[in-house]
């Protein structure tokens, strides 16, 4: 196992580009709380977080993949129980029940959720590759994905929920979801939407509305919030305001500048260009995970990859469409980069299970 021809199919491409951003992501952080004393700790936490989600890759990345595919309804079930407790005794935090408080630290087992539903829909879609695609096969996917989704949608998190719908959504057409389901599932999205709006809690049913009407004088709150971002990230201009310079981040304008508006605090900090080679170097590790799926030398291994990249390509886009103003303000973190310690340790479990499947493919 630990001979060199066993590491020859590891992608080390893939590796340092995590590593990079994990890195830059914890120089980020430090910049982003800089003279708040009750973040000071935010950083040491992080790069904790970082060593322990890094041995996690590698356990990840050593094991052999199709060991989790018969372990998959466990995962599920386990996840079940787990994301219950958190509706009865979670820690609440701006309006959700999400979080388990461990000692010093806070579970979300939202984060964990993701990589569950990936592995649990992988097995149903390597295992049904020959049956046919017909609407039982899409309504048992679809159930599969129901029942993680209720209690995370119950916390609220609204977020995350629609994440989940988005993976099942893509490995579904990966799996060969027929052309002419494509159409009924747009228009049925639309339809649904619209009729879920009601039945949003208050704060999300505010977030839309103000992302439609926004209050131009309004001085607090998600519309002020989205506001600064966007005058942050034009204060950066080409090449930003240098390392720690950051005025609207250091004067602390910026809100939840260490999670949900990083980019905003990076983009003042080292400008478009900056922005630009971050971004791409997102890509570049969305377009590795595909390139992990085409290579895979079965339906199970390449629909974890696929749905991995799905999870990172859809957080990214959601987190930077929020700090650019195009969609409405969600609680999704820029991947590797923002603050989280679950968020992470996740994130890099799932680049561990893209290694394995690059390691454990036979040639």
Known sequence: MFKREFWRNFDFWLFGAVIFLCIFGLIMIRSSIAGNIELAGYVKRQAIFLAGGMGVLSVCAIIDYHYWKSLSKYFYIFTLLFLGVILVIGKTSFGAQRWLE?????????EIAKIVIILVLANYF??????????????????????IVA???LQPNLSTSIMLVVIWFSMLWISGLPPKYIVIFGVGGIILAIA????LAEYQQERILTFINPDEGARHGNTYNVEQALITIGNGGLL???YGHGTQVQLRFL???STDYIFSAMAEEFGFVGTVLIVALLIFVILRCVRAARVSNDMYGAMIAYGFATLIAFQTMVNIGVNLKVIP???????FISYGG???????LGIGLIESVLLHRKL
């Open 255 to 257: 809100k939840v500048r």
């Open 240 to 242: 930003g305001k240098g």
């Open 342 to 348: 679950s968020s992470l340790v996740s994130l890099l």
């Open 102 to 110: 461990v000692g010093l630290i806070n579970i979300q087992p939202a």
């Open 329 to 335: 303000v969600t609680g999704q973190t820029l991947p």
């Open 126 to 147: 390597s295992s049904t590759e020959k049956k046919e695609k017909n609407i039982k096969w899409i309504l048992l996917s679809f159930l599969i994905v129901a029942g």
């Open 196 to 199: 879920a709006f009601p039945f």
């Open 151 to 153: 209690p995370i949608y």
